[in-house]
Nanobody, 125 residues
């Protein structure tokens, strides 16, 4: 059974940093992409960043570009999201997700078929 487990969330002041981790287990085949999404109370789930396997690169939402970095450690089967210069508007539940099939933009929640349970990030002013 495929599982994604996030960790690393917490509470920080504006301008601070956090690194989220997403440990993947149970995979027997290659993933096309993995992504991070976030959802604040009363708001829709928002795409944050995507990591394309096989050296195909990364992509970021404009709201986090230049502040967040997505990366993957293949040996540890773990996806990361380094978040710097955090702002109060970054406060949300953060989810990682995986897409097995090739193709797509990997920027929409319905493109992903496996999700983690989420980790809370709270940024105070």
């Amino acid at each position: 059974q495929v599982q994604l487990v996030e960790s690393g969330g917490g509470s920080v002041q504006a301008g601070g940093s956090l690194r989220l981790s997403c440990a993947a287990s149970g995979y027997t085949s290659r993933r096309y992409c993995m992504g991070w999404f976030r959802q604040a109370p009363g708001k829709a789930r928002e795409w944050v960043a995507a990591f394309f396997t096989g050296g195909l690169g990364t992509a970021y939402a404009d709201s986090v570009k230049g502040r967040f970095t997505i990366s993957q450690d293949n040996a540890k089967n773990t996806l990361y999201l380094q978040m710097n210069s955090l702002k109060p508007e970054d406060t949300a539940m953060y989810y990682c997700a995986a897409r097995a099939t090739y193709g797509g933009s990997c920027t929409r929640f319905y493109e992903y078929n496996v999700w983690g349970q989420g980790t809370q990030v709270t940024v105070s002013a």
